[in-house]
């Protein structure tokens, strides 16, 4: 079982930066995988980044990909994200998630373990 706790989302104008923490709590933590996910007002809920339990390896979307970097410090329990030339499309709640498939997905579903979110508002 793993809990997971964001922080570090706020108001931030277009070009600025911000870095998002995620707490995580429960044993066994470096075998989980661990991703970012979004979701704007009125839309589905999208993969931002991926990092496996390895960590050999980190993935992007598209839209963020050469200016977000997925990170994580296992001796802390904690995942970051930080997110560099925000854009106004960037604005959405952020969501870290873990799953215990050690070798990661793209997909939401595949992720048993959810923080309750933290807002990222990006002003033009």
């Known amino acids: 079982q793993v809990q997971l706790v964001e922080s570090g989302g706020g108001l931030v104008q277009a070009g600025g930066s911000l870095r998002l923490s995620c707490a995580a709590s429960g044993r066994a933590f470096s075998s989980y995988s661990v991703g970012w996910f979004r979701q704007a007002p009125g839309k589905e809920r999208e993969f931002v980044a991926i990092m496996p339990a390895d960590g050999v390896y980190t993935d992007y979307t598209d839209s963020v990909r050469g200016r977000f970097t997925i990170s994580r410090d296992n001796a802390k329990n904690a995942i970051y994200l930080q997110m560099n030339s925000l854009k106004p499309e960037d604005t959405a709640v952020y969501f870290c998630?873990?799953?215990?498939?050690?070798?990661?997905?793209?997909?939401?579903?595949?992720?048993?373990?959810w923080g309750q979110g933290t807002r990222v508002t990006v002003s033009s």
């Open positions: 998630a873990a799953s215990d498939h050690s070798a990661g997905s793209y997909y939401a579903a595949a992720y048993a373990y």
